[in-house]
């Protein structure tokens, strides 16, 4: 079926200039890849015809494996292949010891206390798994769209926090892949059902996949898709469903050992298979006799029920207050849309349609709708402008907030605050002639620190001695429209700008992420010189693309004949010297052009403002200024 | 670039304590959807610079707008009043504060009854009402009258808080 079809209006892109983008999925238990061709977005399948990767990555002596070939040998070589690696994303060691037993890896700690997990080649952080399973997807877009890709579009749970959002960019960055945007999987999934029914009102997006559930209300209306609040748990998903099956079944084999990682993997993979199983089939028989476990007998649908009835009941919890969250009332939600694999489980839809009071709908597959939504966002963002009117505003997740006296968190901006977002917060010194202050940056909800995430520590430094309590130090909190955060702070009293220094609390840092460009396989055979030649060239083109653009737009417009003239003669002159192979040069002339046209960009700004109040093109209200 | 505009002339709304939500709403939407960063995913720098400040600031202008204390803060920030943050307040006014806070903590206490709350919430959002009809009326003849009905404003939102706080602890949300 195609998903979508989008229709393209008159001043349609070339064909020739088309983009190609990319919308990926990249799920804790499977990842797809989906672009829009010919008008429609559909996912894209390997050579086998397969379309769904499992998210899972081998290493071996020989090399990396990843997908149903990795999967395939999950069991037999726990240790060294790596599953639901997602789960670890931003994640610091302490987190991941206290997931416990749930973990076959050996870990260890890199410098800046992100774990490492060590395998036959080596050791390998989260972010680098990711990055493989990026990589072969990307791959796979290239040979089926015939060139590389201009730009993708990553999903992440809504509820992720800042830490993993982080992680998943670096990922991007690892794979050599330019990422247009961070998108919520539920916003994806609105995107390609609310398009595709082309109605307006409040859905509710319940998705629940392996390792993660999200719950997301959006308002769409005059094209725009409103998130009004989200919800969820990072941690809670069919894996907890597979995890109650392997748990029943070693009450039932009265196996009291503590159980080795082999087994474990072993057992979770049959859990799994049956609950599947008890997806269409009342009953499942179980012969189950492996590394000393031995259980023969039946799990009916009844007994399942009841294993996951409170993992279920979480979930609705969960509903609950995003509805509140929301500040709608249940009755204004018009449509219910499940998405993820583990809502094909029957309990988990009829406990969805009791709560919301209707049945809820999966006419779209639910494994591929996030990944087709993602990719109608990425043609749009890379510059294909299939539909103009088509806007996303999105929300941050989790609360931001500071460490205040007393191991307590302060909130700065709360959560469901829409963004991008700014806040500024007022500390002072408590010591005289005090000089520095200790910051320490929180995500969450509780109250205190201990339970809250800790995104990053800084001092801030250079603070003038004063008397206590007279500097005025304000803190800004700044998130982008991908919900990531950066924090700055200046001393207002005398207008000092205080040094600050931010040290992200699991990240990677940039020399990180460049040794490992380098070390990878791909990059240390490219002479530099030649990459960064080749950076310069894609960053300059991108500016002159985007000024001719803009100027064959609005040029006539806003702008004397002279300065157009002006412009145009700078676009060919960067032109002239991209075709040279001095990227020094390229990126001096690219910077120079970018500032040449800062006030023809800032005109079109407020071109733009003036036409969202008047309803009316940019010529007309020129007109009449 | 004209970001000295105040909230209420980013959206072209009079300059009053009554908004029009729907219509706020609607230019929330134009707005965004000419300055929002993802309309220039493909632009240079400095408009994407732009398009984030623009967008961050409509976000900003919306949420003060939207509700009705922020909303009075902001409009006493025009006229030059900048709050204190421990003001004095009316010794009768603070006696009902007592009084209610009291009256929420009995319903903590007791078997947490939904009922008494919804009615307690309710009596909450009475006097908030009023509160605020009297609040538009001070705006424009005695602004210190209106700055101190906004300190109750602050006061009797800090409680409806905790009455909401309450609520969802009793739902178990
Ligand atoms: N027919 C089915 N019945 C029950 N659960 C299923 C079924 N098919 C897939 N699942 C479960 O869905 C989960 C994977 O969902 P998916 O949406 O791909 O996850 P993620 O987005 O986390 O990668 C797994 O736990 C899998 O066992
Ligand atoms: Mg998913």
Same mark, same amino acid.
């Given at each position: 079926?195609?998903?979508?079809?989008?229709?393209?209006?008159?001043?349609?892109?070339?064909?020739?200039?088309?983009?190609?983008?990319?919308?990926?999925?990249?799920?804790?238990?499977?990842?797809?890849?989906?672009?829009?061709?010919?008008?429609?977005?559909?996912?894209?399948?390997?050579?086998?015809?397969?379309?769904?990767?499992?998210?899972?990555?081998?290493?071996?002596?020989?090399?990396?494996?990843?997908?149903?070939?990795?999967?395939?040998?999950?069991?037999?070589?726990?240790?060294?292949?790596?599953?639901?690696?997602?789960?670890?994303?931003?994640?610091?060691?302490?987190?991941?010891?206290?997931?416990?037993?749930?973990?076959?890896?050996?870990?260890?700690?890199?410098?800046?206390?992100?774990?490492?997990?060590?395998?036959?080649?080596?050791?390998?952080?989260?972010?680098?798994?990711?990055?493989? @399973? $990026? +990589?072969? !997807?990307?791959?796979?877009?290239? /040979?089926?769209? *015939?060139?590389? =890709? #201009?730009?993708?579009?990553?999903? %992440?749970?809504?509820?992720?926090?800042?830490?993993?959002?982080?992680?998943?960019?670096?990922?991007?960055?690892?794979?050599?892949?330019? @990422? $247009? +945007?961070? !998108?919520?999987?539920?916003?994806? /999934?609105?995107? *390609?059902?609310? =398009? #595709?029914?082309?109605?307006?009102? %409040?859905?509710?997006?319940?998705?629940?996949?392996?390792?993660?559930?999200?719950?997301?209300?959006?308002?769409?209306?005059?094209?725009?898709?409103?998130?009004?609040?989200?919800?969820?748990?990072? /941690?809670?998903?069919?894996?907890?469903? #597979?995890?109650?099956?392997?748990?029943?079944?070693?009450?039932?084999?009265?196996?009291?050992?503590?159980?080795?990682?082999?087994?474990?993997?072993?057992?979770?993979?049959?859990?799994?298979?049956?609950?599947?199983?008890?997806?269409?089939?009342?009953?499942?028989?179980?012969?189950?006799?492996?590394?000393?476990?031995?259980?023969?007998?039946?799990?009916?649908?009844?007994?399942?029920?009841?294993?996951?009835?409170?993992?279920?009941?979480?979930?609705?919890?969960?509903?609950?207050?995003?509805?509140?969250?929301?500040?709608?009332?249940?009755?204004?939600?018009?449509?219910?849309?499940?998405?993820?694999?583990?809502?094909?489980?029957?309990?988990?839809?009829?406990?969805?349609?009791?709560?919301?009071?209707?049945?809820?709908?999966?006419?779209?597959?639910?494994?591929?709708?996030?990944?087709?939504?993602?990719?109608?966002?990425?043609?749009?963002?890379?510059?294909?402008?299939?539909?103009?009117?088509?806007?996303?505003?999105?929300?941050?997740?989790?609360?931001?907030?500071?460490?205040?006296?007393?191991?307590?968190?302060?909130?700065?901006?709360?959560?469901?605050?829409?963004?991008?977002?700014?806040?500024?917060?007022?500390?002072?010194?408590?010591?005289?002639?005090?000089?520095?202050?200790?910051?320490?940056?929180?995500?969450?909800?509780?109250?205190?620190?201990?339970?809250?995430?800790?995104?990053?520590?800084?001092?801030?430094?250079?603070?003038?001695?004063?008397?206590?309590?007279?500097?005025?130090?304000?803190?800004?909190?700044?998130?982008?429209?991908?919900?990531?955060?950066?924090?700055?702070?200046?001393?207002?009293?005398?207008?000092?700008?205080?040094?600050?220094?931010?040290?992200?609390?699991?990240?990677?840092?940039?020399?990180?992420?460049?040794?490992?460009?380098?070390?990878?396989?791909?990059?240390?055979?490219?002479?530099?010189?030649?990459?960064?030649?080749?950076?310069?060239?894609?960053?300059?083109?991108?500016?002159?693309?985007?000024?001719?653009?803009?100027?064959?737009?609005?040029?006539?417009?806003?702008?004397?004949?002279?300065?157009?003239?002006?412009?145009?003669?700078?676009?060919?002159?960067?032109?002239?010297?991209?075709?040279?192979?001095?990227?020094?040069?390229?990126?001096?002339?690219?910077?120079?052009?970018?500032?040449?046209?800062?006030?023809?960009?800032?005109?079109?700004?407020?071109?733009?403002?003036?036409?969202?109040?008047?309803?009316?093109?940019?010529?007309?209200?020129?007109?009449?200024? | 670039?004209?970001?000295?505009?105040?909230?209420?002339?980013?959206?072209?709304?009079?300059?009053?304590?009554?908004?029009?939500?729907?219509?706020?709403?609607?230019?929330?939407?134009?707005?965004?959807?000419?300055?929002?960063?993802?309309?220039?995913?493909?632009?240079?720098?400095?408009?994407?610079?732009?398009?984030?400040?623009?967008?961050?600031?409509?976000?900003?202008?919306?949420?003060?707008?939207?509700?009705?204390?922020?909303?009075?803060?902001?409009?006493?920030?025009?006229?030059?009043?900048?709050?204190?943050?421990?003001?004095?307040?009316?010794?009768?006014?603070?006696?009902?504060?007592?009084?209610?806070?009291?009256?929420?903590?009995?319903?903590?206490?007791?078997?947490?009854?939904?009922?008494?709350?919804?009615?307690?919430?309710?009596?909450?959002?009475?006097?908030?009402?009023?509160?605020?009809?009297?609040?538009?009326?001070?705006?424009?003849?005695?602004?210190?009258?209106?700055?101190?009905?906004?300190?109750?404003?602050?006061?009797?939102?800090?409680?409806?808080?905790?009455?909401?706080?309450?609520?969802?602890?009793?739902?178990?949300?």
């Amino acid at each position: 079926m195609a998903l979508l079809q989008i229709t393209e209006p008159g001043q349609a892109v070339d064909p020739h200039q088309r983009k190609r983008a990319a919308g990926i999925d990249l799920g804790t238990t499977n990842s797809l890849i989906a672009s829009v061709r010919a008008g429609v977005a559909e996912t894209l399948a390997d050579e086998q015809g397969r379309h769904m990767l499992p998210s899972v990555v081998r290493y071996t002596s020989s090399g990396i494996v990843v997908g149903d070939e990795a999967l395939a040998e999950a069991v037999n070589d726990s240790m060294n292949t790596v599953v639901s690696v997602k789960r670890l994303m931003g994640r610091g060691l302490k987190d991941i010891t206290t997931l416990g037993d749930q973990l076959p890896y050996r870990f260890s700690a890199s410098e800046s206390g992100m774990p490492r997990i060590e395998t036959v080649s080596g050791n390998v952080t989260p972010v680098e798994v990711s990055a493989e @399973i $990026l +990589r072969s !997807l990307v791959d796979r877009a290239s /040979a089926t769209l *015939a060139g590389d =890709l #201009d730009g993708v579009v990553i999903t %992440v749970p809504a509820y992720f926090d800042d830490a993993q959002r982080q992680a998943t960019k670096d990922a991007a960055r690892l794979a050599g892949v330019n @990422i $247009l +945007r961070l !998108l919520n999987e539920p916003t994806a /999934a609105a995107i *390609a059902y609310g =398009l #595709d029914s082309g109605g307006e009102g %409040v859905i509710a997006i319940y998705d629940l996949g392996g390792g993660t559930f999200d719950i997301s209300l959006l308002r769409l209306r005059k094209g725009v898709f409103e998130v009004l609040a989200t919800g969820g748990n990072s /941690a809670l998903g069919g894996d907890d469903f #597979d995890r109650a099956i392997a748990a029943w079944i070693v009450e039932q084999s009265g196996y009291a050992k503590p159980l080795a990682s082999e087994q474990l993997r072993g057992l979770l993979m049959a859990s799994r298979s049956i609950k599947e199983g008890l997806t269409d089939n009342p009953r499942i028989d179980i012969d189950f006799d492996r590394d000393g476990v031995q259980f023969k007998g039946t799990l009916d649908r009844a007994t399942f029920d009841d294993l996951v009835a409170p993992l279920i009941d979480a979930s609705i919890k969960a509903c609950l207050r995003a509805v509140r969250d929301a500040g709608i009332e249940l009755g204004e939600i018009h449509n219910v849309v499940l998405v993820g694999g583990s809502t094909r489980v029957p309990q988990v839809i009829d406990k969805v349609a009791e709560y919301f009071g209707k049945a809820p709908l999966n006419t779209v597959d639910p494994d591929k709708v996030v990944a087709v939504g993602a990719a109608v966002q990425a043609n749009v963002l890379v510059g294909n402008k299939p539909d103009d009117e088509m806007l996303l505003l999105d929300v941050l997740p989790l609360s931001l907030g500071l460490e205040t006296v007393g191991g307590l968190a302060e909130k700065v901006i709360s959560r469901n605050t829409a963004i991008p977002a700014v806040r500024a917060q007022e500390f002072t010194t408590y010591k005289d002639g005090q000089t520095a202050m200790l910051i320490h940056v929180l995500q969450g909800e509780r109250e205190l620190v201990t339970d809250c995430r800790s995104l990053a520590r800084f001092e801030l430094t250079g603070i003038p001695p004063m008397v206590a309590g007279a500097a005025k130090i304000e803190v800004m909190f700044n998130v982008d429209a991908d919900g990531l955060l950066s924090v700055s702070a200046r001393e207002t009293s005398t207008g000092t700008q205080a040094g600050i220094e931010v040290k992200p609390s699991y990240g990677l840092t940039d020399e990180e992420i460049t040794s490992m460009l380098q070390a990878s396989f791909e990059h240390a055979t490219k002479d530099a010189d030649q990459r960064s030649l080749m950076e310069a060239r894609v960053e300059s083109g991108r500016v002159i693309e985007a000024l001719g653009n803009a100027l064959a737009e609005d040029g006539v417009a806003l702008l004397k004949k002279s300065d157009i003239q002006a412009l145009q003669q700078a676009i060919e002159e960067l032109g002239r010297v991209s075709e040279g192979e001095d990227h020094l040069a390229i990126s001096e002339g690219t910077e120079l052009l970018g500032r040449a046209s800062e006030e023809f960009a800032s005109l079109r700004m407020d071109a733009a403002v003036r036409k969202a109040l008047a309803g009316r093109n940019i010529a007309e209200v020129d007109k009449e200024v | 670039m004209n970001f000295n505009k105040n909230y209420f002339e980013i959206f072209d709304l009079p300059v009053d304590y009554a908004v029009d939500l729907k219509l706020l709403d609607d230019r929330f939407l134009d707005l965004q959807k000419q300055v929002h960063p993802d309309r220039f995913a493909a632009g240079t720098d400095h408009e994407k610079r732009l398009a984030m400040q623009w967008a961050t600031l409509v976000n900003t202008a919306n949420e003060t707008l939207r509700a009705s204390l922020p909303r009075a803060i902001y409009l006493l920030g025009l006229r030059g009043v900048e709050l204190e943050t421990n003001p004095t307040l009316p010794p009768g006014f603070l006696m009902e504060q007592i009084d209610l806070r009291e009256q929420l903590e009995s319903i903590e206490e007791g078997d947490g009854n939904l009922e008494e709350l919804d009615s307690f919430r309710r009596k909450m959002q009475q006097e908030i009402n009023e509160v605020q009809a009297e609040f538009k009326e001070a705006l424009d003849e005695d602004i210190d009258k209106a700055e101190r009905l906004v300190y109750q404003l602050q006061f009797l939102s800090k409680l409806m808080t905790s009455a909401n706080r309450l609520e969802e602890k009793l739902l178990d949300y």
